[in-house]
């Protein structure tokens, strides 16, 4: 196994356990590793004071350790940070880091990462799909997001803490499964980060075989499906992926995620002024979801630069959302943090690229 192959970030403690031995070292030393990695956030082999020089170099020989280059950091008026990350081999993906409730030692925080450079769905209304695809990241790069902006936070803030994670930044986090999947059992892990299961969600734009896939896991996260639209003809003209898996398969398929693992689907609907915003689409919103254990998210669009999609006027928002709830169903709007940064997904990247 060579120096290129294993990055420290992304294995699981019984991977690392094992690796030692391979090494001729005392198991225990792998998990003293894991410790340093995942909870204590270190970002370099000669931090892990507990291990020999000797042993350190050897680690340092044999194991990747690379934290993300910090490129670019935007601190919104409403405390939003968006970050720009540099990967090893140059890529660059964006993460960020939102505060709600509480006063500020008691905020609450949701840090929202990548799991693809660039994006291959192209749906047309998001900068990330405007890039193209580049690449997966590995499991090690996405839990590095976590680790590498919990440790820039903790020099200004010692109890600092991601405690909500969403897989929301760039890529289709369902491309990339095997990957995402580590990086949230490792994230997940009681000696580590500990972030609770039940406070990640795993949002994707409508991949009926890897939803399929991901009701198998029997794993308790979240699952947010980018619907933004009620009928077939609507959502074929923004997301691609629709001609692929139509509505009706996508919700039978949603149907099924709720009943394999008894947790409610997270719908998010982006609200597209004289698009998608009408009475209309409320009545078949309401239709279509009938009888479904689902949470809707509106969320106001964010114009990416060719400004072909705007936003709806705060009183048209209120006013499809409460006809929503007059349906039945359970709607809240999400929150819009860090519009004068840029902070909605691929805005940043696919402006300084
Ligand atoms: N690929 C996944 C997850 C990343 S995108 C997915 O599509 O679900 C995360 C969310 O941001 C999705 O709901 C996506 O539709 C939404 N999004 C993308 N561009 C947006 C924009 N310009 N304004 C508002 N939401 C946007
Ligand atoms: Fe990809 Fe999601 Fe953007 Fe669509 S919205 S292009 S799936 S990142």
Request: proline share 3%; aromatic share 6%; hydrophobic share 40%.
């Amino acid at each position: 196994m060579g120096k290129s192959s294993l990055d420290v970030r992304g294995l699981y403690k019984n991977e690392l356990i094992d690796y030692l031995a391979q090494l001729g070292e005392k198991s225990f030393r792998g998990k003293q590793i894991f410790c340093w990695v995942q909870a204590r956030v270190v970002q370099d082999w000669s931090e892990m004071t507990n291990l020999s020089n000797t042993l350190q170099d050897k680690l340092s020989q044999n194991l990747r350790f690379s934290p993300l280059k910090l490129i670019l950091e935007r601190v919104s008026c409403d405390g939003t940070r968006k970050y720009l990350l540099e990967l090893e081999d140059g890529k660059r993906i964006e993460s960020v880091l939102l505060f709600h409730g509480g006063a500020i030692s008691k905020k609450r925080t949701t840090l929202c990462i990548s799991t693809q450079v660039g994006c291959p769905m192209g749906c047309e209304f998001c900068a990330t799909g405007k890039m193209g695809f580049v690449r997966n990241l590995t499991a090690g790069e996405i839990v590095g997001q976590v680790l590498d902006l919990t440790y820039l936070r903790k020099k200004e803030d010692q109890q600092f803490k991601i405690n909500n994670l969403v897989y929301m930044g760039m890529g289709e986090p369902l491309l990339n499964l095997p990957e995402v999947l580590k990086s949230i059992r490792i994230l997940n892990h009681e000696e580590g980060q500990k972030i609770g299961i039940r406070r990640i969600t795993v949002s994707t734009c409508g991949l009926v075989p890897q939803i399929e896939s991901l009701a198998e896991e029997n794993i308790d996260i979240v699952l947010a499906v980018s619907l933004h639209a009620p009928n077939d003809k609507l959502r074929n003209e923004i997301m691609p992926v629709n001609k692929q898996y139509p509505l009706g398969k996508l919700i039978n398929s949603c149907r099924r995620y709720i009943e394999k693992t008894g947790r409610r689907v997270t719908f998010e609907y982006a609200l597209v002024k004289g698009f998608n915003d009408n009475m209309e689409q409320v009545v078949e919103l309401s239709t279509l979801l009938r009888g479904i254990k689902a949470n809707i998210n509106v969320i106001p669009i964010n114009t990416v630069s060719d400004g072909a999609f705007n936003k709806p006027s705060s009183e048209k928002i209120k006013k499809f959302v409460v006809a929503l709830r007059e349906k039945g169903l359970d709607v809240v709007i999400r929150e819009e943090k860090g519009s004068d940064i840029e902070a909605a997904c691929g805005q940043l990247a696919g402006s300084i690229m």
